[in-house]
């Protein structure tokens, strides 16, 4: 997935005109697609963990919509970004948890149940928890229209989810027949909508190279304070490894996918404000697969250690 939303981006960053069909607009409807396909991999046993275990699915939530848009905030002060950037990073930080995030968790080891369960709290809550904090982050740069954003995140996130839900749960036989082709559906759709975003934003993006590497720089920070975040609170509280490594990887992957949509639907003044959202989407990928091969690898050299300190004893 990483190599095919990096090489959307090239290609809309230095050939936009390839992409000059994809119009912004459709953005929120390819999230609606991703959310769907999300909808169609749930079942009611996923929302137990919430009842099952809800102090861990709390922290964790907690830590989502704590952590992330106050980091992003250091980062725009830190940085001293402006109202077009900040507006971009800080949508990011407001978002749920993205669905990647269960993946890369799954390839961690980590626990995976707990993933799934802070990603649906998560998400359930956005509609009002991502306006609210957006205008509480923002309000005093740009104009954020609390009640505007809160339908839209509804219409994409909520619905959609819903819908593959019910979807599910009538139609399970087809829909195992075809939830091996979700990845790619929603790979394809997350590339359309990276491609949409760079190839609308191009002509400013290589005019300003300094301002690129600044948004690179900032999204690559932001991420990986949200990583060593999560894994820190996760710690703080005692909770065990598996259960650490789902806190740092839910909190450090977002929903950018929703950012970039919510950025180019209602800050279409700022058009660098989708670009924050864009390059999270393509870099949480990379990061995400490498945290989670550093993870496994180190799972392998505590054991040898362990047993290399059996056969000494």
């Known amino acids: 997935m990483a190599f095919i939303v990096v090489g959307a981006a ?26 769907f396909g999300m909808g169609l991999t749930l ?8 009842f099952s275990r809800p102090k861990e699915v709390i922290i964790g939530f907690l830590a989502q919509f704590a952590l992330m848009p106050l980091i992003a ?3 725009i002060k830190v940085f001293a970004l402006n109202p077009e950037l900040a507006v971009g990073v800080i949508l990011v930080g407001t978002c749920p948890g993205g669905t990647a995030s269960n993946v890369i968790t799954y390839m961690a080891k980590g626990d995976v149940a707990l993933s799934v369960g802070m990603t649906i ?19 005093e740069m740009v104009d954020v229209n609390i009640l505007d954003m809160f339908f839209s995140i509804v219409k994409v996130v909520l619905i959609p989810i819903i819908l593959g839900l019910l979807v599910n749960k009538f139609f399970g036989n087809f829909t195992q027949k075809i939830v091996k082709l979700l990845p790619a559906v929603s790979t394809l759709a997350i590339a359309v909508i990276v491609a949409a975003v760079v190839s609308a934003s191009s002509e400013k993006l290589l ?9 690179i720089v900032v999204v690559i920070l932001h991420n990986l304070c949200g990583f060593a975040a999560g894994y820190a609170v996760g710690k703080l509280l005692k909770l065990q490894d ?3 490594r789902a806190l740092s990887i839910e909190v450090g992957m977002q929903n950018s996918g929703l950012a970039a949509g919510l950025a180019a639907a209602h800050f279409a003044q700022y058009p660098l404000a989708t670009i924050p959202g864009a390059v999270f989407s393509t870099w949480h990928n990379i ?9 496994r690898r180190k799972d392998v050299e505590n054991k040898a250690i362990t047993f290399n300190n059996e056969l000494n004893e």
């Open 73 to 75: 905030y250091v980062l």
């Open 10 to 35: 090239a290609l809309a960053l230095w050939q936009p005109q390839t992409c000059n069909w994809i119009k912004t607009g459709a953005v929120n409807y390819l999230l609606g697609v991703v959310m």
């Open 121 to 139: 709290v998560s998400t359930i809550f956005a509609p009002f928890l991502t306006p609210l904090f957006t205008q509480i982050y923002i309000g």
């Open 287 to 295: 990061s995400g697969a490498v945290y989670a091969a550093w993870l």
């Open 207 to 215: 005019n300003a190279l300094n301002t690129s590497a600044l948004i």
């Open 43 to 50: 079942k009611a046993e996923d929302f137990k963990i919430v």
């Open 242 to 244: 598996p259960k650490c």
